[in-house]
């Protein structure tokens, strides 16, 4: 899908102050493409991607996910247009601790589908991960590598035509790094839109272009 920003302003309240975060943003990202984000702590990189996701609103400016404009959307519709197009992998995985592997997988289309094709698609995307033999342990019996893996499988499981990725690899040791990149890869070529933020400037040679935050402002855009 297409996503459009211009002049993107995103600000936070502490109660003390007012933070600036997103800058006057303009950014194009056309369907199909590979966009790769770097920038140091704090630069704003979640916070666009949290935009891009449409869990949150921009303060100004125009905000356009393939069909859906961002910024004049009720919340519901956000919600609905996250669950059908959207695959978030959170950089904190936000795992259920009370349920085990195989639900956490499965939990995003459990309300919608039937159970048995629900649980069919989280194993083989489970296995897809190298994690069956982890299905039904809890979150806290599981390292940092595969809580990531986890919540890589749980993004796939719309079939998400627009995956956000915080850090994808950053708890992963380079074999499970390089696996999941060629899963990703293999989504791409499919047509999925891939935005990828990592500290880890080995994975900018995956995209179609890469751009660097700074201080809330799009710096050094360069094409692959
Ligand atoms: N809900 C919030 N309330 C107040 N400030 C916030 C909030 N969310 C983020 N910030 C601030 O906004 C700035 C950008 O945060 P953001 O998480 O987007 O950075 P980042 O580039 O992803 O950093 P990192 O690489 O460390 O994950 C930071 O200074 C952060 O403290």
Redesign the pocket.
């Known amino acids: 899908m297409d996503i459009k920003l211009h002049h993107v302003n995103k600000s936070?309240e502490?109660g003390v102050e007012t933070?600036n975060?997103l800058k006057d943003i303009d950014l194009t990202i056309e369907s199909g493409s590979w966009l790769t984000i770097t920038?140091p702590?704090?630069?704003?990189?979640?916070?666009?991607l949290r935009l891009l996701s449409a869990i949150e609103q921009a303060d100004h400016g125009q905000v356009i996910i393939g069909e859906l404009d961002a910024m004049t959307a009720l919340e519901a519709e956000r919600r609905s247009f996250r669950r059908k197009y959207i695959g978030y992998i959170f950089?904190d995985f936000q795992l259920f601790n009370q349920f085990d592997v195989l639900t956490n997988v499965m939990i995003p289309l459990l309300p919608y589908e039937a159970k048995a094709n629900v649980k069919e698609k989280a194993e083989t995307l489970l296995d897809m991960v190298g994690l069956n033999n982890r299905k039904n342990h809890m979150p806290s019996q599981l390292s940092g590598g595969e809580k990531q893996r986890t919540a890589i499988a749980r993004a796939l499981m719309n079939d998400p035509q627009l995956i956000l990725c915080d850090e994808p690899t950053g708890n992963l040791d380079l074999k499970n790094r390089d696996q999941m990149m060629g899963i990703l890869q293999d989504i791409h070529k499919k047509g999925a839109t891939i935005v990828l933020?990592t500290?880890d400037l080995e994975l900018t040679k995956y995209g179609d272009f890469q751009f660097e935050?700074r201080n809330g402002e799009i710096v050094n855009r360069i094409m692959n």
């Open positions: 936070y502490t933070i975060v920038g702590s704090g630069s704003g990189k979640t916070t666009l950089q933020v500290h935050l």
